[in-house]
C-alpha cells in the first residue's frame, strides 16, 4: 500500500474511533424489528404448541402442555429474533447502521427486546397455578406389582395377592405407598428466565457461526441432562442454570479475550495517531 493510501486508512480508523455513540432512543426501526422478532417467536410457538398437541393427545391436560409450551418460551423467542435478525442483514440495515457508528448490538436491540419478552413470558406462566409441573417434570414410579415365589404376585401398595396356580386373591398388609414430590416452581421459573436473559446477551455480541453452533449445542446438551436428572429426583432443581450459565461463561471468556486484544494494540494505535498528529502540525 502506498504512503499516502496508508495515511488515509489509519485517518479513517481515528475518525471511526473518535465517532460518539447514538443515544439509546426508541427509533421506529426498534420498532419494527421488535415486531418481527415478536412475530416470528409467536408463530413458531403456536407451530410447537400444534405438534404437542397433535402427539400427546389425551395424556397431557391443558396445565401439562402449557408448562411444556412455557418451557421452551426461551429457545423459541431467541430463535424468532434470530430470524429477524437473519431478515435485517439481507436487506443491508445493520450494515447501513454500523457505518454511522452504531454498535452491534444495538442495531438489533428491538429483535434482542422482542425475544427477551417472549422468554420472560414463559417464566411468568411457570409461576402461576395454570401450568402442571408433574407434567414438565414426570416422574418414573416403581412397579406396582412384583413378583413372590414362582407363579405368585404382589401387589405393594394394594395388598393383593395373586396366586398363579389356583387363580386365588389373597390379601397382606400393604407397603406405604410414597410419591414423589412435586417439584418446587422456584428453581424451573429462575432457570428459564435465567436462560432468556442469557440468550440476551449471548446473542447481543458478535461471533462467529461455527462457535455459536458449538458453544449452543453444548449449553442444550447440558440442559437436556440436567433436565433428566432433576426430571428423576437425582438432583437439586437450580441444577438447570447450568444450561444458562455456560452461555454467560463464553460471554465472559470472550469479553476478556476482546479486552486482551485491546491491549496489545494500545501501542500501535498511539503510535498512528501521533504519527497523524505530527504530519498534521
Known amino acids: 500500500m502506498s504512503e499516502p493510501l496508508a495515511e488515509d486508512a489509519r485517518s479513517c480508523q481515528v475518525n471511526a474511533r473518535r465517532r460518539p ?7 421506529p426501526y426498534d420498532l419494527k424489528l421488535f415486531a418481527r422478532s415478536a412475530a416470528f417467536g409467536l408463530l413458531l410457538c403456536a407451530l ?5 398437541v397433535a402427539t400427546d393427545g389425551a395424556t397431557t391436560d391443558h396445565a401439562g402442555k402449557a408448562a411444556r409450551m412455557a418451557a421452551f418460551a426461551p429457545l423459541l423467542g431467541a430463535i424468532g429474533g434470530g430470524m429477524a435478525r437473519v431478515q435485517a442483514q439481507l436487506r ?10 452504531v454498535s452491534y448490538a444495538r442495531t438489533f436491540s428491538g429483535a434482542l427486546v422482542g425475544a427477551l419478552l ?3 413470558a414463559g417464566a411468568g406462566a411457570l409461576a402461576t397455578e395454570l401450568t402442571d409441573l408433574n407434567a414438565l417434570l414426570p416422574t418414573l414410579r416403581e412397579p406396582s406389582w412384583v413378583p413372590e415365589g414362582v407363579d405368585d404376585w404382589r401387589s405393594r401398595y394394594d395388598g393383593v395377592v395373586l396366586r398363579g396356580a389356583t387363580l386365588q386373591f389373597d390379601f397382606v398388609a400393604p407397603e406405604v ?4 414430590a412435586v417439584p418446587s416452581r422456584g428453581p424451573i421459573v429462575a432457570a428459564v428466565a435465567a436462560t432468556a436473559l442469557a440468550l440476551l446477551v449471548w446473542l447481543a455480541r458478535p461471533a ?6 458449538v458453544v449452543g449445542f453444548g449449553a442444550v446438551a447440558a440442559t437436556v441432562a440436567v433436565f433428566h436428572f ?8 437450580w441444577m438447570l442454570l447450568a444450561g444458562p450459565g455456560l452461555l454467560l461463561a463464553h460471554v465472559a471468556l470472550d469479553e476478556l479475550h476482546t ?4 491491549v496489545e494494540r494500545r501501542p500501535a494505535l498511539a503510535l498512528d495517531r501521533s504519527e497523524a498528529n505530527h504530519r498534521e502540525g
Do not use: F, K
Open 21 to 27: 455513540a447514538l443515544p439509546m432512543v426508541l427509533t
Open 92 to 101: 443491508g440495515e445493520p450494515v447501513a447502521l454500523q457505518s454511522i457508528g
Open 118 to 120: 417472549i422468554g420472560l
Open 230 to 237: 432433576v426430571a428423576a429426583r437425582r438432583c437439586n432443581g
Open 48 to 52: 410447537t404448541l400444534v405438534v404437542m
Open 259 to 262: 479486552r486482551a486484544r485491546r
Open 208 to 213: 462467529r457461526a461455527a462457535l455459536r453452533i
Open 177 to 180: 405407598r410414597v410419591d414423589a
